[in-house]
């Protein structure tokens, strides 16, 4: 015989609601700076800023070598002599269109180091919009023409190394370097910046809030990675990184650093184009003697007041915008009971 004390006394509990999927943590609701915007997509880990950081700098070393060798292997078969560091001499225009080159390619390589390991849209390591705001670049690029041609006239009316040319190249060949030059250093100034202003920032900024942290070692590297040449000449790229890399956090986004960049590089090339040998230079910004330093550092300063004010008239947009919270589970009411 059963014992009727075995069978339920109560009513059956039923589950009001499924268990739910174990899944990523939600992206944050409110809006980040840019140096922050890798937490804004709720999947950071500490691993992506390194990882991405390493197979960037692997992937540009093995691309560089690529190119190296097919520039050689042009250059030979087409009877070009060789230089000392044993790659082939294309003349100083050839073999400034092959730096510039050598530089631009690490462009697409950010974008897709942003996209994976970092797991966010490319955009969001050009500004918190996720793409490039045209608008305010073309008023970053107005903004700076004023300050770098007075740096560039500066540079003239200093005394330089009496070695130097000053011998006017020609019409004809100023003209094909500036064509050059105009599709070439738009490409390589935004590639640094990407890097340095972009990558860079972004990856330390995963770490720490203060703006500071996360610009003041891409500008420190920005710096190195044009040489050591004179202390005046590392200060003024020191400086020009920190501007850039604030600036950039202020905006929201990389153009008024790219605006920057890019007219400095062009006045700077157009210059060197202008007379005999003036590309077969090897002398950098590092180079700078101090008088030539200070110039540079008190137009990064004119400029940065420039831009600044542009952005308390114009107001570009500082923070991502903040993310929709996940649509929770509808409520399961679980099947109907009967008498």
């Given at each position: 015989m059963t014992n009727p004390s075995s069978y339920p006394t109560g009513p059956t509990p039923y589950p009001t609601a499924p268990t739910p999927y174990r899944t990523v943590p939600p992206p944050d609701p409110t809006g980040h700076p840019y140096?922050?915007?890798?937490?804004?997509?709720?999947?950071?880990?500490?691993?992506?800023?390194?990882?991405?950081?390493?197979?960037?700098?692997?992937?540009y070393f093995v691309l560089i070598l690529v190119l190296f060798g097919v520039t050689h292997g042009l250059g030979t078969a087409l009877g070009a002599p060789e230089l000392p560091d044993g790659g082939v001499d294309l003349g100083p225009l050839g073999n400034t269109a092959m730096e510039l080159v050598s530089l631009a390619i690490a462009l697409p390589l950010v974008l897709l180091a942003?996209?994976?390991?970092?797991?966010?849209?490319?955009?969001?390591?050009?500004?918190?919009?996720?793409?490039?705001?045209?608008g305010w670049l073309g008023r970053c690029l107005l903004a700076g023409l004023l300050p770098l041609l007075l740096l560039t006239v500066t540079a003239f009316l200093l005394p330089g190394d009496s070695g130097e040319s000053d011998t006017w190249v020609g019409w004809r060949s100023f003209l094909a370097a500036l064509a050059v030059l105009a599709v070439l250093v738009p490409l390589q100034a935004a590639a640094e910046e990407y890097v340095f202003r972009g990558w860079l920032t972004q990856a330390v900024g995963a770490f720490v809030r203060s703006p500071w942290f996360a610009v003041l070692p891409q500008a420190v590297l920005f710096a190195a990675a044009h040489g050591w040449g004179t202390r005046w000449g590392f200060l003024g790229l020191l400086v020009n990184g920190l501007v850039a890399g604030l600036l950039t956090i202020r905006t929201g986004g990389l153009e008024a650093a790219i605006a920057l960049h890019v007219l400095?590089?062009?006045?700077?090339?157009?210059?060197?184009a202008a007379v005999v040998d003036g590309l077969s230079s090897d002398e950098t910004a590092a180079d700078a003697p101090w008088p030539l330093a200070l110039a540079a550092i008190a137009t990064d300063l004119l400029y940065a007041a420039i831009v600044l004010w542009l952005a308390r008239?114009?107001?570009?947009?500082?923070?991502?915008?903040?993310a929709m919270p996940p649509t929770p589970y509808p409520e399961y009411p679980g099947p109907a009971r009967t008498a």
């Open positions: 140096h922050r915007l890798d937490r804004a997509t709720g999947r950071h880990r500490w691993w992506r800023a390194w990882v991405g950081t390493l197979l960037l700098a692997v992937t942003t996209l994976w390991p970092a797991r966010r849209r490319a955009g969001t390591v050009t500004s918190v919009t996720g793409r490039l705001r045209t400095n590089n062009l006045l700077a090339f157009g210059a060197s008239r114009h107001k570009p947009q500082r923070l991502s915008a903040p």
